[in-house]
């Protein structure tokens, strides 16, 4: 019993996110950091609310900000990095674009006032 305990800690292959970073454009004020577990799992929930098309999108300006996410599968490997672009338009409605997996995405305006307050 012991041996199958072992095993399937071993195979525990979960990520969780560990680490956000984010660069707003309009100002260029280099990289900031989020390491707050709340703030964190409120930027991971609104994610999961992207309704995501696969498709590879070119915008017509450059995004309003960078999110880069840190998973962490296991504690003895570096994170793994997922990069979003983020455009907040004017008309409340949120899309962004992750260009490692060719997605889109868009947030309504709650989960995209939800993301703007969780980012500051």
Not at 16 to 38: F, M, P, W
Not at 59 to 79: A, C, G, H, I, V
Request: with cysteine.
């Amino acid at each position: 019993m012991l041996i199958v305990l072992i095993s399937l800690v071993g195979c525990n292959n979960e990520k969780k996110l560990v680490r956000v970073d984010y660069q707003i454009s309009e100002n260029h004020s280099g990289e900031h950091i989020i390491t707050d577990e709340d703030r964190i799992q409120t930027i991971a929930s609104i994610f999961e609310k992207v309704k995501w098309e696969n498709v590879k999108v070119e915008m017509s300006r450059k995004e309003d900000m960078q999110l880069t996410f840190f998973y962490q599968y296991d504690p003895n490997e570096p994170e793994r990095l997922e990069e979003y672009k983020i455009w907040f338009n004017k008309d409340m409605d949120t899309e962004i674009v992750d260009p490692n997996k060719h997605r889109y995405g868009k947030l309504d305006e709650a989960d995209a006032v939800k993301l703007r307050e969780a980012i500051k």
